[in-house]
């Protein structure tokens, strides 16, 4: 299949405002008439449904949280970017722009990424108008701090919960539309199926998790912001319920799935502690303003981190980065971080740990303006290890965080399917091979207020004519027959083994072979162990109780079943991406110093899976990715 991109000709800066001019618009009567389907409601589909809501089109608004209010987003903690320039400190449009094709090693498309960079001050404003409680310098003016990968400061924050302040402006403006009726929000509902009709997509089918209840919903249009899909390695900082469902029935439904192997694995989370650990969590990047993070300089030193002198601590971010220090972006920082440990530097009980550590940011600034930055994470460090950050150096280590993989969207943030859009983190995004901090609120609020508003309308303008197509309709029939189906296989099987037993297996896989470093011979191995495994687990897996009533475990055994098949999806990406860039580290192409080490001639591209069915294997197309504006180079923070 031809991919179409549709980036809009001319030059780079006016493609954006070009575009907004000339295209399609809906009047407000016809607005009137046309249903949008958004399924999701965390930062980028609540800002999505209030928006669409606000123009006058009739939204349906699904999340499988008891409120908007819960969604994962609410768990961001560290800031927002925008180029804003506040600091005077030599940002840009263009700056944000270089820094995030740059951090995303080349492998992501140069007009979706300087749009993003162009809206970004908007959502500053937009947020604000809201009452989004944005740090703020003594004399009243927004504050700013820095992120990895860059030399300014120009994120924006809410001490550590910027996702839980931006996550209720989101909420109240989708609030007012729920309240005038513009919106119908459907609390826990788990979309199941898309359903397409002529090629389009036309609506979906939900389970109610309340009641078990199926129902079938129309739309003209259906826009997926669903989030990530980091728990296919069981062990992430996601929040527990973030799935790959709702992209994955996308997926086979034929929207291609692009980059699924680019993972991002966050430097900064507090180490594994058991094997009967379900959940780690992140320690914000935003501590890597003032932590330094160093290991001690002899092999095995079991001495308390304070009583290491000076002179005998490698604080290896530093010496191998001068530049950047303890400011280089994710991949880098958690590669740096894994080479020490493997080199048996690591700290802690199980050697896989490194400090970060606030001494020097203490002495210099007080410890109260320490606890003013960062007050709760530090709070949050002591609860879950016993340990206080502001007398002894943190311990961490890299974890999975965020996917830059995701359904494949063109300019108008459109799928392969007509109709079927994706916003947020479920599409393929624009952070290439790696997302540099404080980046993933700024493209879900991007796409939703200021990016899908204007393309959508572009589409539902050729569809002012189409009724409400009725959900008796044979397509919605057989799609709610297949899930119902499905869960009934879950339900009927008769195995002993948990659900949670096989996520668990499979995530130590897809983390083995297809963690921070990878390679062909894991690869190869691994898709042989996810078929064995997922070949087990629809004959052993044990799911109790009934469908049509609250069952948590059949939810989660649904969304399990497609991080088995998503995951071998993963390796296969893995294994063809025969290069190294960003998170995705190819044991076999590294640079002498051990960096990642692209191919430009054979690889820049994104690649763009095809599902072809159960048995066949999916077909890989190419978005050749061409740079008109920015020089491809070897990535260096030195
Ligand atoms: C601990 C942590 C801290 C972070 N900190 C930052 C930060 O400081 N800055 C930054 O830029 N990024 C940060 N990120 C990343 C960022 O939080 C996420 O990428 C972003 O919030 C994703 O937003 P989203 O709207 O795309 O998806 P989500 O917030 O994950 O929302 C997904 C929505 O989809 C719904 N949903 C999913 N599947 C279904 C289904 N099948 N049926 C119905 N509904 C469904 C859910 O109910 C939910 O409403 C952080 C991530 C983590 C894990």
Redesign the pocket.
Known sequence: MILKNKVPEGPLADKWTKYKSSIPLVSPANKRRLEVLV???????GSAAASLAEMGYRVKA????DS?RR???I??????NAAKNYQNDGDSIYRLFYDTIKGGDYRSREANVYRLAEVSANIIDQCVAQGVPFAREYGGTLDNRSFGGVQVSRTFYARGQ??QQLLLGAYSALSRQIEKGNVSMYNR???LDIVKIDGKARGIIVRDLITGEYQRHFGHAVVL????YGNVYYLS??AMG??V??AWKAYKQGAMFANPCFTQIHPTCIPVSGEYQSKLT?M?ESLRNDGRIWVPKKKGDNRSPVDIPENERDYYLERRYPAFGNLVPRDVASRAAKERCDEGYGVGQTGLAVYLDFKDAIDRLGKDVVSARYGNLFAMYEKITGDDPYLTPMKIFPAV??TMGGLWVDYDLMTTVPGLYAI???NFSDHGANRL??????Q?LADGYFVLPYTIGKYLSEDIRTPSINTDHDAFVKSEKNAKDRNERLLQNNGTKSVESFHRELGKIVWNHCGMSRNKSDLTQAIDDIKSLRKDFWSQVKVPGRDNALNPELAKAGRVADFFELGELMMRDALERNESCGGHFREEHQTEEGEALRDDENFTFSSAWEYKGEDTPPVLNKEELTFDTVHLTQRSYK
């Open positions: 399924i999701g409601t965390g930062l980028a589909g699904f999340c499988f949280q908007p969604a994962h987003s768990a961001a903690q560290g800031g927002i910027t996702g509902h788990e979309m912001a669903t989030g990530g900082t996601n973030s799935n469902t709702a992140l914000s965080h965020y947020g983190e479920c901090g404080a980046s993933a609120l700024m879900g």
